[in-house]
């Protein structure tokens, strides 16, 4: 196994050159990376997929970088941000300690304007995240694209939409912010949990496809003002910035999560279900897992945990527990029980990762606990610009795939 | 470090921060938001949006329709990226 050597807060460690840095300091032990916002109560990395603010640490001089997907390099230097003394023993903290019930910023020093103006500048200097980097970056020059259909989430949906759009004759881009495709079904199976169906992630020419590429926003007018029938996708990967003017934007982004209610749930350790996953998938293993809350994944990977023969506790409801640790998770109580834990994954049930959808005119509705894209089952929106489909939508196996294909059909249809 | 339970940890919003807020009138999530800021930090609410939906509701509050407005970026970008976007005519970058 090859292993590079990088600098974390001073001290050298040698990690496998094939880790993210957050994979590289949870598989030496440390989930401790960094202290919140307002209360400086310790935080770690918890969704591994750059959802969440978990993993952040300055590296190389640049703050605010996402550690779970950034792969180490040898001689990288990696810093905690965001504390007065060290991520273990942050002065800041004071504040969690002072204010048990939590700081209500809306009351509090409010009464006398040269105490609340006094507050300001103190909430000011301490509150944020990072501070400016070490360098100016250097300016990029944004690519400019045209397609006819772009395809955001090349999971099994988004795979079978850019296919069939192929397949009519139209051009497509198909993006994703993994380094591979296959989406959930992907994960599930690095993890051991399913074997994947290599047919359904099997690009028919001529997809363009990008992996490691986000999907930052959609545009319905060009920078001068000019609205347009379809629109514009922002996306973005290591190169920069491509702006691909598109007739119609298929939807295939997925779902997340998300947190579960308990006390101590923001301790370092406490993960989501898909970061148990992509933790399994790099071959990171806990001894003791204690599993909080509902959700499709979690029920699986309790099974895959016990096969491991990882001593499992729960799942429990999130009523029934309360997380402890000093600077992450030691025990998880349930009851009048304790019980050690390296891990306590907390599974929420789905909500869609559908903001691109919204930003295109789509609309989203509240349903089995979760927010999904408001789609029929032709992938059609609100938008005739934007078509929604797959598991975002809630729909999954052989109703996703058909409501994919429609939805191609649709969107290909003035091409 | 005491026992809270966070609802939004990008913006350290605890449970107790949104019974607050909805024993103040705060009925709905828009303006649960607003008051306690749950879904305006780094995540822009990826983590916290459903679960403070339910718990609003829970707490007797309005049933969601929509969740909170999402705007571009969807995902963190610098600054810096962000210039090169604007054709301000300046050939000087």
Known sequence: ?415 | MSDKTLVCRCEDVTLHAIEEAVARGHRDIESVKRYTGFGTGWCQGKQCSALCAREVVRLGGDMPTQPVTPRPPVHPLSLAELATLVDDGDPEP
Request: proline share 5%.
């Open chain 1, 1 to 415: 196994m090859a292993t590079v050597r990088i600098q974390v807060d001073g001290d050298e460690m040698d990690v496998s050159a094939k880790d993210s840095v957050a994979v590289a300091l949870v598989r030496s032990g440390r989930w401790l990376l960094g202290r919140s916002v307002k209360y400086h109560r310790p935080r770690g990395p918890v969704c591994f997929r750059e959802r969440c603010e978990g993993c952040l640490m300055r590296v190389d001089g640049v703050p605010n970088v996402m550690t779970c997907r950034k792969p180490v390099r040898a001689g990288m230097k990696v810093e905690t941000q965001n504390v007065v003394g060290s991520a273990s023993f942050d002065l800041l903290s004071i504040t969690d300690w002072a204010f048990p019930k939590g700081l209500d910023h809306h009351h509090m020093w409010t009464r006398f304007k040269p105490t609340n103006d006094l507050m300001k500048k103190i909430a000011r200097r301490v509150a944020g995240v990072g501070t400016l980097p070490e360098t100016v970056m250097p300016p990029q020059a944004v690519e400019i694209q045209r397609v006819d259909v772009v395809v955001v989430g090349a999971g099994y949906a988004g795979v079978a939409a850019a296919n069939e759009v192929a397949r009519r004759g139209a051009s497509v881009l198909l993006v994703d912010e993994a380094r591979a495709r296959g989406g959930e079904a992907r994960l599930l199976s690095a993890a051991g949990l399913e074997d994947e169906d290599e047919e359904r992630v099997r690009l028919s020419p001529p997809v363009a496809y990008r992996r490691k590429t986000t999907a930052l926003g959609v545009y319905r007018e060009r920078p001068n003002g000019e609205v347009l029938d379809g629109g514009i996708v922002l996306v973005h990967n290591a190169e920069g910035l491509c702006a691909v003017e598109c007739d119609a934007l298929i939807v295939a982004s997925g779902v997340t999560g998300g947190a579960v209610a308990f006390p101590g749930n923001d301790l370092p350790g406490v993960i989501t279900a898909t970061g148990a996953l992509v933790l399994l998938s790099r071959g990171v293993q806990p001894q003791r897992v204690g599993l909080v809350g509902d959700g499709p994944l979690l029920s699986a990977l309790s099974g895959r945990l016990r096969k491991l023969g990882v001593r499992c506790h729960g799942p429990f409801a999130g009523t029934e527990v309360q997380a402890h640790g000093k600077s992450q998770v030691e025990t998880l109580r349930a009851g009048k029980e304790s019980h050690r834990v390296d891990w306590v994954v907390a599974g929420a049930p789905p909500s869609a990762a559908g903001e691109l959808a919204v930003q295109g005119g789509a609309t989203m509705t509240w349903s089995d606990d979760g927010f999904f894209v408001d789609a029929g089952d032709d992938g059609r929106t609100k938008s005739p610009f934007i078509f929604a489909i797959g598991s975002c939508t809630n729909r999954r196996g052989e109703p996703a795939l058909e409501q994919a294909i429609a939805a191609a059909r649709l969107a290909t249809r003035s091409s």
